[in-house]
């Protein structure tokens, strides 16, 4: 057992930084986001749950906009195109199924 920001951290993108923990079929992940900081439109084949703990984070998935605040979660199936842009510094969770490979360090 260790706290998750004991775990190396993983530079995302410019202005995001990521701490995962990985089971045997999930990847769990804080992440912080600085204000302004984007992450460009991508897929993977992981479905993924983001839960906001604090900020505002606006993010294109499937072609819908969504605005996305503190206390809000949202699933994004496996394969669905996703970007994000923080309006305000940001920290988040995000669980992954199946393990992230590429996340870990």
Not at 60 to 78: E, F, Q
Request: proline share 6%; hydrophobic share 35%; glycine share 8%.
């Amino acid at each position: 057992m260790s706290l998750i920001k004991d775990i190396k951290p993983k530079p995302l993108a410019l202005g995001l930084t990521g701490y995962y923990a990985h089971g045997e079929r999930m990847t769990l992940g804080l992440v912080e986001i600085e204000a302004g900081s984007q992450l460009a439109e991508h897929k993977h084949p992981h479905e993924q749950i983001t839960y906001i703990i604090e900020g505002q984070l606006d993010m294109m998935i499937g072609g819908k906009p969504y605005s996305l605040t503190a206390g809000m979660v949202h699933v994004i199936p496996s394969n669905t195109l996703h970007s994000a842009i923080a309006k305000t510094d940001c920290k988040l969770i995000d669980v992954f199924n199946p393990v992230r490979e590429d996340y870990k360090q």
